[in-house]
């Protein structure tokens, strides 16, 4: 299916293509272009596909399947992106999937090799899911250039796993499973260390997040939403405006009911 | 009433009332907090180990080596498509062929109808052999070079290199990336101007990915260019000077392509052109053994069943009407003889501009309907070799130098196959931009066969 | 400001500080977002053959920008 995007009611995953089959949890992969997310997409769903080394090659989203443990995850392939805060369509989808369709993970696919520039994605991730897992890909081109990077410290650091990858040999693969399974099934509870933003800025994020959750409950990130409407993003508040009625609509009937 | 998420907007606005200064905060902060964790995880052993990319960008991105590189790696590709492709297609052909002279032992055997006998093997069977014989081997070889290149990541550089002459024209530099795509499929490269992200850019882009030719044209100009141009000289040169003659056929598609975006931009695409950034990222290793899987399991399968799947109803259709008489002639060459004078004009004959016209469902079919349509006006009943379709065009049907030359601009200047268009009719959603697409290139096509016709009777030269 | 130049005029080969982005709207959140973040220094690479784009390193990664973009880039030597 290919990346039809529109920007009419994003709230469930159903506008977003995919057909859940119950209790099959969704795994997105993200990650800045260039880092070997599509070979990590084919190793882990065995989908074979083409993926090319320059910018913007996956212009269609890509979904596959495997089976982990005699479990079927479902991984959708988000376009590589390198923040989720302009406002090209990649990134737009990319982000709308992540807070929208709520995946059960969203691992973060991250060049070991460029480890700064890419962990600006994961610390944008994380302040919309907790649910994160950084894969620090291309680990093996890593120790090629000689860069070593201390795994534990960086996931005691961020807060959330962090699992070592070379998805052209299948290294780190089953790692990266068995550690999207512990998260699902609650056996690791990944808390993540969030950016903290000046006095200021925090000042207002606290302010405004007081008078988000009394609209749109705990489904959604408060403290992102505040930073996004502290960016003035106008596109995800228009999208915010479609969850907010219908999130309406819920709550109305959740009293009838009662 | 405003709604209450626009309430909050309000309420965000009064507090932080500066909206850059607050951008500029969020993105510093998260960039300062990246560099704290890498400076405190990682380690770097070795600072000065050779970096290996900026060392190769440096030739490859040269001003003096920049460009004779490019040139010469898209003719050494063609060079070594053209070379290696002959003696395969000629087995292929020899060997396909063969199975047409058992089949129709088969036939004459079972005492089946002639009609049938007609409309099965010469009609569906020998489109699918041409179709085999003349696309598989030349894509099994351009394929997994292409998608080498793809892998190594080279492209990117390429757009790097170009993107001064696409600026120039109105332009965004990634069009040379879903340019590269089009040599593929123009369904495909349609598909990868997703990438650009201005609808301006983009509708550029669109409306002449069709200049580069795609897997489907790719033949015919081999063909034609081995047959006639390299034919023409010694043989020891002749892929060469056929590999030229294709080389030279893209870089003309290029300018082209530099001229009608240049041109759009100018009139019914006004605009300035958008930011621009790019990514180099480092040449990595690719798997050879993965990308010749790839590229002959996910491309040449994929684009041949495509190809073969047309051909076969259209053999047939064409077999049909090549048979069908109205009058003493048949439906084929009466369309033929009626679009005779218009394709004079452009240094063609009827049959040729016919087998464009019914090759609009996929290119591949055009040489094998043209063969075919040859065929049956005449008295040969084999064609197995390239010394076959030479004597057939040349001695049967009067073509020269001049003829393969528009055939070949016709065949890189004309609209888009079905699918093509079917996929921009989806992007765009407009008929108005899929006309567009049929018109400009077809127009161009028309304009240039007819000029270089002109010329070269004018001068004598035929 | 002494030394202050925009990032299109500074040599290749040569590193430069960046002080300020002179954009609005979407380039201004394109060129942050590409990590031309005040405080971040930025290596000047190759040129492209014609001149323009020229290619830098940005925190790490190497990308081409057009001299209309980085020229709204104010740096320090």
């Not at chain 1, 998260?183 to 994020?205: M, T």
Request: glycine share 6%; aromatic share 8%.
């Amino acid at each position: 299916m290919g990346l039809t995007y529109q920007s009419t009611g994003i709230t469930s995953r159903e506008n977003f293509n995919i057909t859940c089959i119950s209790n099959e949890p969704v795994i997105a992969l993200a990650g800045n272009p260039n880092t070997g997310k599509s070979t990590l997409f084919n190793a882990l769903t065995g989908l074979r596909q083409h993926t090319g080394n320059w910018p913007g090659k996956t212009v269609l989203q890509s979904k596959g399947t495997y089976i982990y443990n005699t479990r079927k995850y479902l991984v959708v392939d988000l376009p590589g992106t390198y923040s989720l805060l302009a406002n090209s369509v990649e990134e737009e989808v990319a982000r709308d999937f992540i807070c929208f369709a709520k995946p059960e993970v969203t691992i973060v696919v991250v060049d070991s090799t460029c480890m700064e520039r890419n962990l600006n994605m994961v610390l944008q991730v994380m302040e919309i899911t907790s649910n994160v897992i950084v894969c620090l890909n291309l680990i093996d081109e890593a120790r090629r250039k000689k860069i070593q990077i201390d795994t534990e410290k960086l996931s005691r650091t961020l807060g959330i796993p962090v699992i070592p990858t070379a998805a052209r040999n299948k290294e780190g693969i089953e790692e990266l499973m068995n550690t999207t399974n512990k998260l699902i099934s609650g056996q690791i509870k990944p808390r993540p260390n969030l950016v903290k933003y000046d006095k200021k800025l925090e000042d207002a994020i606290l302010h405004l997040e007081s008078k988000i959750k009394p609209l749109l409950g705990d489904e959604l990130s408060t403290r992102w939403i505040a930073l996004r409407l502290l960016d003035r993003d106008t596109k995800l508040i228009s999208a915010l405006e479609d969850f907010y009625d219908k999130h309406k609509i819920l709550e109305m009937s959740k009293e009838v009911m009662a | 009433m405003s709604s209450p998420i626009r309430q909050l907007l309000d309420e965000a606005a009064k507090s932080c009332p500066n909206q850059n200064e607050v951008r500029d905060n969020i993105v510093k902060s998260i960039y300062s907090s990246a560099e704290n964790i890498t400076s405190n995880t990682q380690y770097v052993e070795d600072k000065k180990s050779t970096d290996w990319s900026r060392k190769i960008d440096n030739i490859l991105t040269s001003p003096i080596w920049g460009f004779p590189i490019m040139l010469a790696l898209l003719t050494t590709v063609f060079w070594i498509t053209i070379a290696g492709a002959n003696v395969p297609s000629s087995m292929l052909a020899t060997g396909l062929f063969w199975i047409e002279d058992r089949l129709t032992e088969v036939f004459m055997a079972l005492n089946a109808p002639g009609w049938l006998r007609g409309f099965l093997v010469t009609g569906v069977y020998r489109s699918l052999a041409w179709v085999v014989s003349v696309m598989l081997p030349p894509m099994a070889i351009f394929f997994p070079i292409f998608t080498l290149l793809e892998d190594l990541g080279y492209l990117p550089r390429v757009a790097f290199n170009m993107d001064r002459f696409f600026k120039k024209a109105g332009a965004h530099g990634k069009q040379a990336l879903t340019m590269s795509m089009g040599f593929g499929c123009n369904a495909a490269g349609i598909i990868s101007c997703r990438i650009i992200e201005s609808p301006r850019e983009r509708l550029i882009a669109i409306l002449t990915n069709n200049f580069v030719p795609c897997n489907g044209r790719f033949p015919i100009l081999i063909a034609l260019a081995t047959i006639f141009i390299g034919g023409s000289v010694a043989a020891s040169i002749s892929s060469i000077i056929a590999t030229l003659t294709v080389a030279g056929l893209v870089v003309f598609g290029i300018t082209i392509t530099l001229f009608i975006s240049w041109l759009l931009s100018k009139t019914l695409l006004k605009g300035v052109p958008s930011s621009f950034t790019l990514e180099l990222p480092p040449y990595r290793k690719p798997k050879i053994g993965e990308v010749i899987v790839r590229s002959i399991l996910d491309r040449t399968i994929f684009v041949l069943t495509r190809a073969m799947i047309i051909a076969a109803p259209a053999g047939g259709i064409v077999w049909i009407m090549a048979n069908t008489m109205v009058g003493d002639t048949s439906l084929l060459a009466a369309f033929a003889s009626w679009l005779n004078p218009f394709a004079q004009l452009m240094g063609m004959d009827g049959f040729i501009l016919t087998a464009f016209i019914l090759g609009l469902p996929a290119n591949e079919i055009v040489f094998p309907i043209l063969i075919m349509s040859y065929i049956s006006g005449s008295g040969m009943l084999e064609l197995s070799s390239l010394e076959a379709l030479r004597h057939l065009l040349v001695d049967e049907n009067g073509w020269t130098w001049l003829t393969a030359l528009c055939t070949m601009v016709f065949a890189l200047c004309h609209w888009p196959c079905g699918t093509t268009l079917y996929t921009i009719q989806k992007e765009q959603h407009s008929w108005y931009w899929t006309f567009l697409a049929i018109a400009i290139p077809t127009a161009v096509g028309i304009v240039t066969c007819m000029i270089i016709n002109l010329l070269a009777k004018g001068f004598g030269l035929v | 400001m002494k030394g202050s130049i925009t990032l299109d005029t500074v040599p290749s080969n040569t590193f430069a500080l960046i002080t300020s982005i002179n954009a609005d709207g979407p380039t201004r959140r394109r060129l942050l977002d590409l990590g031309l973040v005040p405080g971040t220094r930025v290596e000047v690479l190759q040129r492209s053959p014609m001149g323009d784009p020229v290619a830098y390193n940005i925190r790490g990664a190497v990308i081409a920008l057009r001299k209309e973009e980085s020229s709204q880039v104010q740096t320090s030597r």
